[in-house]
C-alpha cells in the first residue's frame, strides 16, 4: 500500500484505531483523537501524491444534557465548570476542541432553573455519562444522555428526512401507510398505533406495544434505533 510505503506509523507515531475500505478504492482511516486526524491530513498532504484525494469524514457527535443551573451560562463558561467538576472527581477531559454549547433554556417545570444541550466528542461523551451528575458553580447538576435520531415526517421511519424520502407515506398517529387517506392533522383515529412497532410485529414477529404514536421518545422500535445509532458512531478517531 501506497501510505504503508510513505507514512510508516511507527516512524510517525501514528495510533490508527480504524481501517475500513470503502467504494472506488477508497479507505477510511480512524485515529485515537482529533489531533491524530489533523497531523495524519498534513503528513498525507505532505508526503502522498496528487492522485490521492484526502479528505476528513465528519463523525455525528453525541450529546449530553445539563439540568439544574440557576443561571444560564454561555459556552466558553460551561466548558470551564464541566472542566473544573470533572477534575475534581479525580478525571480529566479536554472539552475545547470537540465540544459545543447547542443551546441553554429554562426546564419545563421551573423556568428560573436552566438546562444546556451539548455536543462533544465520544470519550468525553462516556466520562460524562459515567460521571453522571456534576457541579456547575454552587448548582448541583445533573447530567442526561441526550443522543437522538431523526425520523422521517414521511414515511416516519428513521436515519433519513422527507426531502429524500422515496418510501410509502404513513400516518404517525394512525399507523396506517397503505391507501393512507389523510394527513397526521386530520387523522379520526381514537387510539395511537405506531408504524414502526406494527412493521415489526408483522414482519418480524415481535412482541411489542404498539399503542403509542410514531414521534414517541420512548417506542421501543426508536430506542433499538438510539442504540444501533450509538454503537456505529465513528468516533473513537
Known amino acids: 500500500m501506497d501510505i504503508n510505503r510513505n507514512i510508516n506509523t511507527v516512524d510517525s507515531n501514528l495510533k490508527v484505531s480504524k481501517v475500513k475500505n470503502v467504494k472506488n478504492g477508497g ?36 450529546r449530553i444534557k445539563i439540568v439544574g443551573m440557576t443561571e444560564m451560562y454561555n459556552a466558553e463558561e460551561i466548558i470551564e465548570y464541566i472542566e473544573h467538576a470533572v477534575r475534581n472527581n479525580c478525571t480529566s477531559i479536554n472539552l475545547s476542541i470537540d465540544c459545543s454549547l447547542i443551546k441553554s433554556f429554562p426546564t419545563k417545570k421551573n423556568p428560573k432553573v436552566y ?24 448548582d448541583h447538576c445533573y447530567i442526561f ?18 426531502k429524500h424520502c422515496s418510501n410509502q407515506k404513513s400516518c404517525p398517529k394512525c399507523g396506517v401507510s ?10 379520526k383515529a381514537e387510539c395511537l398505533k405506531c408504524v414502526n412497532c406494527m412493521k415489526a410485529i408483522n414482519n418480524d414477529k415481535e412482541l411489542l406495544d404498539a399503542n403509542h404514536g410514531a414521534w414517541d421518545l420512548s417506542c421501543p422500535v426508536y ?15
Open 27 to 62: 479507505i477510511l482511516l480512524g485515529f485515537s483523537s482529533k489531533e491524530e486526524n489533523l497531523r495524519f491530513k498534513k503528513l498525507a498532504s505532505d508526503k502522498l501524491s496528487e492522485n490521492y484525494d484526502i479528505k476528513e469524514v465528519k463523525g455525528v457527535q453525541p
Open 223 to 237: 430506542l433499538r434505533e438510539v442504540e444501533k445509532f450509538k454503537k456505529s458512531l465513528l468516533l473513537k478517531q
Open 178 to 187: 397503505e391507501k393512507l387517506d389523510h394527513s397526521h392533522s386530520d387523522c
Open 145 to 162: 444522555d441526550a443522543v437522538e435520531i431523526m425520523r422521517c415526517y414521511n414515511c416516519n421511519g428513521f436515519h433519513h428526512s422527507s
Open 115 to 138: 438546562q444546556a444541550l451539548i455536543q462533544l466528542d465520544k470519550n468525553s461523551y462516556d466520562t460524562l455519562i459515567k460521571v453522571g451528575d456534576l457541579f456547575i458553580g454552587y
